[in-house]
């Protein structure tokens, strides 16, 4: 008895690592064969066949292609979650941060994805972003609470922006995020081979002055619009707004 039980205590550790191992095959493997032909396309057989293993080995790791995805939004995001933190608390904790080392500290972590090694993870999250399967969108929904922090800094360094309009430029700012080796491919063709598409820190920072300047930028004021019958001329929020006398109309 105490030598079986030894035994077995013994090779715990090694079994342990064994079905983590083959747990980070199958999620890795996922998540390459989504980038390369969708989400929906690749199946549970399609993984199993790449991976190499049985289909009934995927379902004791994952229980369903459902869990499965999640669990590569998750272990992708946490990745970059300690950066991310790390960043925004040292920034909130400064007298007078910046817009530019907030919206670095937003970009950044997301830039480490652009190496040639971890293009399936960026693809893998642009594709997710536009998948209509409601556990991936609930997913990603779930995490753009986080921004609420970056929100808050922004509306701190630029009060005179609306938190309205600081909430608009942040969600056109995210959309950078989600640029792929084929956006970069894109930008190739546009520039002619001028732009240097496998710089990632000149990507990163050229995305970081752009968006600072989105931010700069004068508060932006609804424009007039031709009166309908029966309608306001304006476009309101329910709750009244300031006037606008004197404000530089945006663009």
């Known amino acids: 008895m105490h030598t079986d039980t030894g035994r077995n205590v013994a090779k715990s550790p090694r079994a342990a690592s064994v079905k983590r191992d083959t747990a980070e ?40 292609k459902s869990n499965l995805l999640q669990a590569i939004l998750r272990t992708r995001f946490q990745e970059i979650q300690s950066e991310y933190s790390a960043l925004l608390t040292e920034i909130e904790a400064q007298n007078s941060p910046t817009v530019r080392d907030i919206l670095r500290a937003v970009l950044q972590p997301f830039n480490r994805w652009r190496t040639p090694e971890r293009q399936a993870a960026l693809q893998f999250y642009a594709l997710a972003l536009v998948c209509p399967f409601a556990p991936l969108r609930e997913a990603i929904d779930r995490g ?44 190739g063709i546009l520039s002619k081979g001028q732009c240097r598409i496998d710089d990632d820190a000149e990507a990163l920072t050229r995305a970081v002055a752009f968006a600072e300047a989105a931010f700069l930028a004068p508060p932006f004021i609804v424009r007039e619009k031709p009166s309908i019958p029966g309608k306001s001329k304006f476009r309101r929020d329910s709750t009244s707004r300031k006037s606008i006398n004197g404000m530089v109309e945006g663009v």
């Open 25 to 64: 095959v199958i999620l890795d493997t996922a998540e390459r064969l989504c980038a390369a032909h969708g989400i929906e396309a690749v199946s549970i057989r399609d993984i199993a066949a790449e991976a190499d293993v049985g289909i009934a080995v995927i379902y004791h790791h994952y229980q369903s």
């Open 144 to 187: 753009v609470v986080g921004l609420h922090r970056v929100v808050a800094l922004l509306q701190r360094v630029l009060p005179r922006l609306s938190h309205e309009d600081v909430c608009w430029r942040l969600h056109f700012t995210m959309k950078i995020t989600h640029l792929t080796k084929w956006d970069n491919v894109r930008l």
